[in-house]
């Protein structure tokens, strides 16, 4: 079944990938809510923090797990937008913390990488057994996406019935091309924040969990490639950097992917090159959506006939209900 949608019209002040990238990120939403948190243990002996956005007692209410991106959290924006959203329209919600990323710091010596589907794996099968009734969808947020997807690629035909869909914004599915696309130009500011932050995180879980597994940041990383050979790689048992961006990446499996999937991207995002969708190969279950606009998370738009300006967010609830989960509409 082919999701239909409406084309993405991007504001009349927010046009460009930059400035729709900055926009999606720093708009307030004015969201804060409280959630039951679980902890998800993994076999290395970490925990996954998930916080239960709960909607009733009907045991067969549609799931929607979300995944964040690089540098997210379970507050990001972005999730906090989705969820409401999704909620108020029927949806049970629940928000995972990336390892070590948001309540979950303390809970993982392991590094967080983009190619642990093991943990996204992991938090299915905790959701399912927690909810045996309901079907489960995944949306993950650029790395999140990545995640998703290669999990479902993983997956494949043996994919569980409870595994209703997978949705994909943003998915860095080559992750070696678009850590070169962030070292060009104004691409760069992307690459220093993200390091800024990892850089700051690493220190904070250093002195929380004096047993982390951590190597020393010397020299200091000024590209996420350089952090990413120093310190993710090593730590999570991959050969060298090259060998990280290759193993972790989605790309390779995206063909094997037997569960409805829908990814959504833009030619301008500035982080995530349009090429690396172009030349992927998809398998039939999977839709690519690929808008003229958007930036990377942006997507804020002029108007579309949706409540409010986040194009999106909108998308999510429209794709949820297509999957025949009992989920309202839009009004």
């Known amino acids: 079944m082919t999701f239909d949608f409406p084309q993405f019209r991007p504001h009349p002040l927010v046009r460009g990938g930059h400035l729709q990238t900055i926009a999606g990120a720093y708009l307030p939403h ?15 002996g970490d925990a996954i923090a998930l916080h239960e956005d709960g909607n009733g007692d009907d045991p067969a209410t549609p799931i929607v797990i ?12 972005y999730v906090l937008r ?12 629940l928000r995972m913390d990336l390892r070590g990323c948001g309540a979950g710091i303390t809970l993982a010596r392991h590094p967080l990488n983009a190619g642990r589907s093991e943990d996204a794996a992991a938090v299915l099968a905790f959701v399912h057994e927690k909810f045996p009734d309901s079907a489960i969808h995944l949306v993950g947020f650029s790395m999140g996406a990545n995640i998703a997807l290669k999990l479902a690629g993983e997956l494949g035909s043996a994919a569980p019935p409870h595994l209703a869909s997978v949705m994909a914004v943003c ?14 130009g104004m691409n760069q500011l992307y690459d220093r924040r993200f390091v800024r932050t990892l850089i700051n995180h690493i220190r904070q879980r250093d002195i929380l969990i004096p047993s982390a597994h951590s190597r020393p940041l010397i020299p200091r990383p000024s590209r996420l ?3 990413d050979s120093l310190f993710t790689a090593p730590l999570s048992g991959y050969a060298d950097v090259y060998d990280y961006y290759t193993r972790a990446s989605s790309g390779p499996v995206l063909a094997q992917i037997a569960v409805p999937t829908l ?11 349009v090429a690396c969708f172009e030349e992927a190969s998809f398998s ?6 690929i808008a003229a606009c958007g930036g990377h998370l942006g997507f804020v738009a002029a108007g579309n006939g949706d409540p409010d300006s986040r194009w999106l967010d909108w998308r999510i609830v429209d794709w949820i209900k297509q999957q025949g989960s009992g989920v309202s509409g839009r009004e």
């Open 82 to 93: 989705a969820s409401a959203k999704l909620r108020l329209r029927g949806v049970r919600v």
């Open 263 to 273: 990814i959504v991207t833009a030619a301008s995002d500035p982080i995530v090159p």
């Open 66 to 77: 979300l995944l964040h991106g690089l540098g997210g959290s379970h507050q990001s924006g």
């Open 284 to 289: 039939p279950s999977t839709q690519v959506v």
């Open 30 to 44: 004015g969201l804060k809510f409280g959630s039951l948190v679980h902890h998800v243990a993994l076999p290395d």
């Open 225 to 227: 490639m350089d952090f």
């Open 171 to 184: 998915p860095p599915i080559d992750l070696a091309e678009c850590t070169r696309n962030i070292q060009r």
